[in-house]
């Protein structure tokens, strides 16, 4: 029972960070209908630039959050710029994006084999062994500071685009970008915005990643598989969308220890999304077709 | 009369949305139904069910007896029964004869006699495109993009036609043109029914009309009754006017 | 599609070039003198060319993009080895129950995936290869674990007689190319590239040619797993399964040009001489230099090196005939509008351009 809850609770804080880890990537997709492949790369390039920051010039991974969030926003702006915006919009777009952005990715990650070595890193701050208890079992303190950022900006998601006039027309966008042009949005801004914003989020769980996880150049392909699975799972049509399948993920993984040895706990997620697009391609939760 | 075929108790509900609702409806071997309503009525999606592209909710259709509702769309084009698309869908990247090739290979499992180039061509110029059958789709007007279409439903070989709206957006010089089309079409042997927007080429054109409006049934009988028919007069103008037909 | 004396698949001009090309090929080591290397990585070229071309298949035919090529490459290879080793079946029949394998093994995890569309379908393909890498590589019974799995030396072909059995699987998945291509199923395949509902409501069972289609890509690029197990004398689940390799088939024929028969050949050429001269003097660039071609191919020029080719040729005064549509990767919706897109076919690794 004491194992039963600690895993409950050890899922719950894995599936936070799933759900930042998993929104950028929704967030492009659901409004540009582009699948970020790059995502990954955005992802290790961040713990890199983590890394780098804490190594070199003593910056506590968790206050370089707005150095991070800035920085990848205008790599999101960059790429959006000075390549996405050339592909075809639509369906049409969809395998040309992924290719293209998958190309990305491979730059990225031969940049980071090129300044780096292939070994794995880890950023290691003093409090990083340290512990904390909930509900009678022990948790690593960034598991759960990890947890406590990942809502946090979720919820600043959340308020963003239901709250702000940004967010709204970025909403609208995502459901019909025709008639945003026809009321006066500027499209092209929007899908620049949230290209930044997708990149800055994937930079920030690069971060949050990097005080979790070792990590080395061919680090983000397991991510962007898990995110995929996530939006499957929840659907990216809304933040909590998002964290149910964030949930289901991270419960799933956490408790298939019991039935699956350790080494395939990564396929675990790869089983759940086959099944649930096999099953439900609405998926679980009844939002658009994915056939 | 021989009912070539038949639904009963047709529904098509999308989550809350009735797009269909009970409805029932015959065609008679060599006939021409006309299917009308509003915009939203829920003709397409009928075609759409009885030519198996999306499944029933409730309720069957029957193919010379044999029930297609419930199959997926390549095996009703076997069993019979090919529709076109309100918005044509061409294979862009095949020319004007390899699309009609794709219809003719694929539209009966034990494949249909005679020499797969010659029968194409043939359709082609029945359907006035053989001088274009070695142009993209892309290069075509409307009116051939939409010809096309035809062709390639007919090449399948199929008894029953269904026709969306393939008048629709065409000029008068046009429209004339296609209604002579689908008449000959029935003179081959085929039953058709015809879903359109513009109102004299499809009363001159039809034995029959059905009506819909919100999904259900409305009116059925001989053209003029239909027109003349109040309930449908107030589905049309107890809304906004389309400006068609 | 267009010729009506010839069989609907074969053009006389095709032909002609695809066997010439073969026998300058095949005689080339006898009547020249080309270094061991060169003979030796000339021969696994044939392999990577024959499995681009099958990825290809799927890929620029069909219109689904496999990021998980390298499971069939590796269960083709691992269960040839297996067979040598355990049953000392001569290295043919290894190769070919390999293959089969890894066919079985598409179809298995390949018949509810296929219909997804575009990207999801890509995306279930990273997980199907990771996954399979992952249990392969914990499976030590099988793989042998880090360690991979020895083939004896003496048993099985020489290096230098690959060159040929290369040369026969390359010449065998052209045919098939050429004949897929052209015939029918050709055309099935393109109609369900381009809009597979329509497809269907043509009458095309979208499903069962996907299906063959991957058994057939899946089986050949098994094959060449027993190929490359038998080249290298050597496999390990971690090199055979990798991420890279499925990597690698896409930048063959994505870069080489996709859809037509003439890039994943080509691309599999410069891929191997990127590799091997890369390896030598730059070993950590060849990732970022995909990319960048990656990147270069799909912003400028669809049909990779084929294209550019292709419009070198045009400039030179060259019309190919406007049968049977081309690859690209773009489907039809953005066709219709503006140019129509260029049509293009090609045939054997002899020849240049459409017949």
Redesign the interface.
Known sequence: MDQALSLTISAVLLAGFYAAMAYGLGLIYGVLRVVNLAHGGLIMASAYVTWQLFSRFRIDPYLAIPIVLVVFFGVGVAMYKGLVRFLPRGAAGGVQSLLLLFGVWLVIRNAAYLLYSGDDQAVRTSYSTASVRILGSSFSVNRVVVFVIALLALLGLHVFLQKTFLGKATRAVAQNPDSCTLVGVDVERIYTLTFGIGAALAGLAGLLASTLFAFNPAFGAGEVLKSFVIIVLGGMGSVVGIALGALVLAFAEVFSIYFVPSYLTAAVGFVLLVVVLIVRPAGLFGQRELV | MNQILVGRGVCKYFGGLKAVDQVDFHLDEGEILGLIGPNGAGKTTLFSVA?G?IPATKGTVWLEGKPVSGK???RS??LGI??T?QIV???????VL?NV???H????PQGVSGV??DRAMGILDFIGLADRA?R????LTLAGRKRLEVA??L??GPKVLLLDEVVAGLNPVESRRVVQLIRQIRERGLSIIVIEHVMHALMSLSDRVMVLDHGRKIAEGKPEEVANDPAVIEAYLGREEDGKG | MSSLRLPAWLSARALVLFVAGLTMLYAAPLVLSIGDYTHNVMGLTFMFMAAALAWNWLGGYVGQISFGHSAMFGVGGFVAARLALALELSFWTAWFVGGLTAGVYALLWGHPTLRLRGPYFAIATIGVGEATRLIATYWAEFTGGSSGLSLPIGQGPTKYSLYWYGLYILAGVVALSYWLRRSRIGLGLIAIKEDVEAAGDVGVNATFYQDLVLFLSGTVVGVCGGFYASYQAFIDPQDMFSFDRSIGFILMAVIGGIGTILGPALGAIVFVMIQEFLLATYPQLYLGLYGLLLILVILFEPLGIAGLLLRIARRLGYRPAAGVAAGGIASSSSATEGEPEPVLESPGPGGGGAA
């Open positions: 030519a592209s997926s769309a390549y084009v076997h090919t529709r698309h869908r061409p294979f862009a990247r095949l020319t390899e090739l794709v219809g290979y694929y539209g009966r797969a180039q070695q993209l789709p892309g290069e390639r439903a090449a399948t």
